[in-house]
């Protein structure tokens, strides 16, 4: 909601705070998803980086890979962000069903955009 109220100082806050004292796994790897795409979305690669570095739950390890992926081809590293688009195409064939397809097919195109296969 503070996002769409355009106040990422607030929700980045409130993110942090999720993301390093929320009680439950599933919901801290959620916040720090959001965390880094808002840091992202600031510029600031080495925070969203660092927010990306602790081993996610398996169900956001794809997630996670993508994400990096693209902090990494935004910071101009090609090669370190194909790497982390493989390991999210990795981590989703092990995933099951339809959501896992159409988020492989847009890593994939994103992979193959920078040359891997």
Do not use: C, H, M, N
């Amino acid at each position: 909601a503070e996002l769409d109220a355009g106040d990422s100082k607030a929700a980045r806050t409130r993110l942090e705070w999720a993301a390093s004292k929320g009680s439950d796994p599933l919901l801290r790897d959620l916040a720090r998803l959001r965390l880094a795409s808002v840091q992202l979305d600031e510029k600031d690669y080495p925070a969203a980086l660092k927010t990306l570095e602790a081993a996610p739950a398996q169900a956001f390890s794809a997630r996670f890979e993508d994400l990096r992926g693209d902090v990494l081809f935004a910071k101009g590293e090609s090669t370190a962000a194909r790497d982390a688009y493989r390991k999210a195409v990795d981590a989703i064939t092990l995933q099951d069903g339809q959501q896992s397809a159409g988020f492989r097919s847009v890593v994939q195109t994103k992979l193959e955009a920078l040359g891997g296969a």
